[in-house]
């Protein structure tokens, strides 16, 4: 065996080892990245996924990843632009469509959100979160039928899926069905007591509903479970006004406001001193 000859075969059993280990640097890398992204160190995770897009460029969880990533931070734009990277490298990519549909939805785009998520069914039918972000899209578009059949199907998959019980609960809130939307809110809490935005929001329908005491007890109860919960204040200084006690709707207020709710400053304005 002539020299030449041997180097091809000493090739042939190097080099699928260190295929093997390049991809799988660049999966540890992902990997790392997903662990310091849940840990809420961004900086963190974009150092990892980059890394892993260095060594594989054409590594289309990496994409995905990353674009999550910007979509934490809303960095929009750059989001939009690693998933349709992602997308691009695997064609039936469906959490890369959903993802991207999450972004569209971010900057208003509900159209491009829809048709999105209406991708990522067609490649995983029994995907929840994509019939659940289209749901809210629909929602968002007033087309309140539709979103309910996307809610409807995300509890028939799971039923114990909290956000599509809540979404659909604003969505029958918005056809006027409020005795719905608060059974709704009313299974949502039931299946996690520590769902904020479901109190807020059957307070809400309470408020709606002239039940100003009921509804305080559920804006307080936000409070209680999110403290920095500014919208879950003003309602109930709401409530606290409509039942004329202005010191407590007052305090209220001015929490939000300290909260970062501006648009509260007329109602102090006018009725605090």
């Given at each position: 065996m002539n020299k030449f000859a041997r180097l091809l075969i000493a090739l042939a059993m190097i080099l699928?080892?260190?295929?093997?280990?390049?991809?799988?640097?660049?999966?540890?890398?992902?990997?790392s990245g997903n662990a310091k992204y849940k840990a809420y160190d961004l900086d963190g995770a974009f150092a990892d996924y980059n890394k892993a897009i260095s060594l594989d460029s054409m590594f289309a969880e990496a994409m995905n990843a990353r674009g999550i990533a910007y979509l934490a931070s809303r960095n929009y734009g750059k989001a939009i632009v690693d998933f349709c990277k992602a997308i691009q490298l695997d064609g039936q990519y469906a959490e890369a469509y959903n993802n991207r549909g999450n972004a569209g939805a971010s900057i208003q785009d509900n159209?491009?959100?829809?048709?999105?998520?209406?991708?990522?069914?067609?490649?995983?039918p029994d995907y929840t979160e994509a019939y659940n972000n289209r749901g809210w899209a629909y929602l968002n578009v007033n087309l309140y039928e539709q979103a309910i059949t996307d809610f409807n199907k995300a509890i028939e998959?799971?039923?114990?899926?909290?956000?599509?019980?809540n979404n659909r609960g604003w969505a029958y809130f918005n056809m006027n069905e409020t005795d719905k939307a608060i059974a709704?809110?009313?299974?949502?809490?039931?299946?996690?007591?520590?769902?904020?935005?479901?109190?807020?929001?059957?307070?809400?329908?309470?408020?709606?509903?002239?039940?100003?005491?009921?509804?305080i007890i559920d804006f307080s109860k936000a409070i209680v479970i999110s403290p920095k919960y500014g919208k879950a204040y003003i309602n109930r200084g709401n409530a606290y006004y409509n039942l004329k006690d202005t010191t407590n709707a007052c305090a209220d207020w001015k929490k939000a406001l300290e909260l970062g709710v501006t648009d509260v400053q007329g109602a102090i304005d006018a009725y605090c001193k």
């Open positions: 699928p080892c260190s295929f093997h280990s390049f991809a799988q640097n660049a999966a540890d890398l992902v990997k159209t491009l959100a829809i048709d999105d998520y209406t991708k990522a069914i067609s490649i995983k998959i799971n039923p114990k899926y909290t956000d599509a019980y709704d809110y009313t299974k949502t809490i039931a299946l996690d007591s520590t769902y904020s935005g479901a109190y807020n929001n059957r307070g809400w329908a309470y408020y709606t509903m002239k039940e100003y005491n009921k509804a």
